[in-house]
């Protein structure tokens, strides 16, 4: 299965500032998932990104706030802007892998202070 | 748009005791996916089901997929202090690729 690298793995950040969250995958890929798991709770999808085109975000979720960036069929950003403490959360990207499931990142562990 | 649901949110049970938990989702789905999430860590990929009533095995884990395709569960036999962590259900229906999670049943094994 594809090995995702997902950095930074923690942070602790002020709000009003933006973190900028990083997932390189060992494969090609033509999707990938950004995902927001709040402490406790399951997996809330926030967009899915193509390479060459923008990404799609799903209902509640807006492209101000979370900019997606996929450059290439390896690597894509998610950006948490203006953050505010309601942001603190565990953002994890994936890949899709067929019948082999979604591969995770290990995930960030945001906290907004 | 589509829900899964999932119980129990909790359970606890003594090493040995099997443990099973259930999923219900709003809609037929083409899919059914089981995660599981150490404390701390990432869900990772168990298995997953395609087929109306489909039954696989791994070990001590059986999943079932329910003949109309919107239910299905996760049954532990004689578990371990190994099995510890939240277990995810994950649906996705006709050709909407993307996955709907259930809330989670996070299981606690006392030695």
């Known amino acids: 299965s594809a090995v995702i690298s997902q950095k930074p793995s923690r942070d602790i950040c002020q709000r009003g500032t933006s973190l900028t969250i990083q997932c390189q995958v060992d494969s090609q890929v033509t999707m990938m998932f950004w995902y927001r798991q709040q402490p406790g709770q399951s997996l809330t999808l926030i967009a899915t990104a193509n390479q060459g085109s923008e990404a799609t975000y799903e209902s509640g979720f807006v492209i101000d706030k979370f900019p997606i960036s996929r450059p290439n069929l390896t690597f894509s950003t998610l950006t948490v802007s203006n953050m505010s403490p309601e942001d603190s959360s565990i953002y994890l990207c994936?890949?899709?892998?067929?019948?082999?499931?979604?591969?995770f990142g290990s995930g960030t562990r945001l906290t907004v202070v | 748009g589509q829900q899964v649901m999932q119980i129990p949110q909790y359970q606890h049970v003594q090493e040995g005791e099997d443990f099973t938990t259930y999923c219900n989702s709003s809609?037929?789905?083409?899919?059914i996916q089981w995660y599981k999430q150490r404390p701390g860590g990432h869900p990772v990929f168990l298995i997953q089901?395609?087929?109306?009533?489909e039954v696989k095995k791994q070990k001590r884990l059986t999943f079932q997929f329910g003949e109309a395709k919107k239910n299905s569960s996760l049954h532990i036999t004689a578990t371990q202090t190994t099995d510890v962590g939240t277990y995810f259900c994950?649906?996705?229906?006709?050709?909407?690729?993307?996955?709907?999670f259930g809330k989670g049943t996070l299981l606690t094994v006392n030695p």
């Open positions: 994936s890949v899709e892998e067929g019948q082999y499931g979604y591969t």
């Open positions: 809609t037929t789905l083409s899919n």
């Open positions: 994950a649906g996705s229906g006709g050709s909407n690729y993307k996955l709907t």
């Open positions: 089901l395609v087929k109306s009533g």
